[in-house]
C-alpha cells in the first residue's frame, strides 16, 4: 500500500496501527491526521528506535496488504461502488438498492443458521 492510501483513510487505520504499534494512542494519531513525517516521528518517540528504524518499520508495514477494516470503510465502498458503475446497464443506478435479489430478505426460522428453513 501507498502513504497516499494511510493518508486518505487515516483514522480507518487505527486499528491496524495500533496492532503494530500498541504504544500508539488513539487522540494522538487523531492530531498527526495523517501526517507521515509527524507519524514517523512520533512512532519513533513512543517506540524508543532511532528515525532510521522507525522508517524502515513503517516501510516494511506499507508493503503489507490494506488491512480489512480499512477496505470496509464506508469511504472505500463508496468508491468501489462507484467503479462498478461500467458493469451496471444503461439506465441504472449502481447506488440503487439491490433487494429484488433477495439477499435482503429477512432468514426464515428462529435466526439459526444450521436451521434449513
Do not use: C
Not at 9 to 32: G, M, V
Not at 59 to 74: F, K, Q
Not at 88 to 98: H, I, N
Amino acid at each position: 500500500m501507498r502513504w497516499s492510501n494511510v493518508q486518505a483513510n487515516w483514522s480507518a487505520f487505527y486499528d491496524a496501527i495500533t496492532e503494530k504499534w500498541p504504544e500508539a494512542d488513539e487522540d494522538e494519531l487523531d492530531e498527526i491526521d495523517g501526517d507521515q513525517r509527524a507519524f514517523i516521528k512520533y512512532i519513533s518517540e513512543v517506540t524508543g528506535q532511532e528515525i532510521a528504524e522507525t522508517k524502515d518499520e513503517i516501510r516494511e508495514w506499507l508493503a503489507g496488504e490494506i488491512p480489512s477494516d480499512v477496505v470496509m470503510d464506508p469511504v472505500h465502498d463508496g468508491h468501489s461502488i462507484a467503479l462498478s458503475a461500467k458493469y451496471v446497464g444503461e439506465g441504472e443506478d449502481e447506488y440503487d438498492d439491490d433487494a429484488r435479489f433477495g439477499d435482503d430478505d429477512e432468514i426464515e426460522g428462529d435466526g439459526d443458521l444450521n436451521d434449513p428453513r
